[in-house]
């Protein structure tokens, strides 16, 4: 397996498109992080069936959040993605996220040739309000088996707001 960070660029970010990264399949309990020390993927742990992940997991290479890893995304598709591939990904949104107290952002992203739908989904709006709803629960709740009340879905925003995020997520692994 390629080095995702070597190999690929975040993308057009002011075009709208980012080059995302699966880690997680959508409906999986694994949680499985790209670890950048080794460049592989790795199983961090199982998580309760009951906390499956309503979408598919990923990050987008050359980034880094706030909490120091690369930033995530949050694959909306019809089927689960693979582990370990690569998409090119439209941005609709990102989900503002805190968790333990650190900023854990989630871009939202749809694939960017989605020939089923005619690429319909352009913003959150375009969303099912149950899906989102499903996704804030999910995030909001993950950990509460071990950690109670540690996960904070803040807010919804939009597009711009995205990409703000993104650039100063590719500035802050520029500057590691």
Do not use: C
């Not at 540690?150 to 939009?158: K, R, Y």
């Amino acid at each position: 397996m390629a080095d995702f960070n070597q190999v690929l660029t975040p993308g057009d970010v002011d075009g709208g498109i980012v080059n995302v990264v699966v880690e997680i399949p959508q409906g999986s309990s694994h949680k499985i992080e790209w670890n950048r020390e080794l460049a592989v993927m790795q199983l961090d742990r199982v998580e309760p069936a009951v906390f499956a992940k309503p979408t598919n997991y990923g990050f987008i290479p050359q980034t880094l959040d706030e909490d120091g890893d690369e930033l995530d995304a949050l694959i909306v598709t019809d089927e689960p993605l693979p582990t370990g591939i690569f998409l090119e990904a439209r941005v609709i949104g990102v989900m503002r996220f805190v968790d333990d107290g650190e900023v854990d952002d989630k871009v939202v992203v749809v694939p960017a040739d989605d020939r089923n739908t005619g690429n319909a989904v352009q913003t959150l709006a375009d969303l099912p309000e149950r899906l989102l709803k499903q996704i804030e629960f999910h995030f909001n709740h993950y950990k509460d088996l071990k950690k109670p009340g540690t996960t904070n879905v803040e807010s919804w925003g939009d597009i711009a707001e995205a990409k703000a995020i993104i650039h100063e997520s590719i500035e802050r692994w520029n500057n590691r």
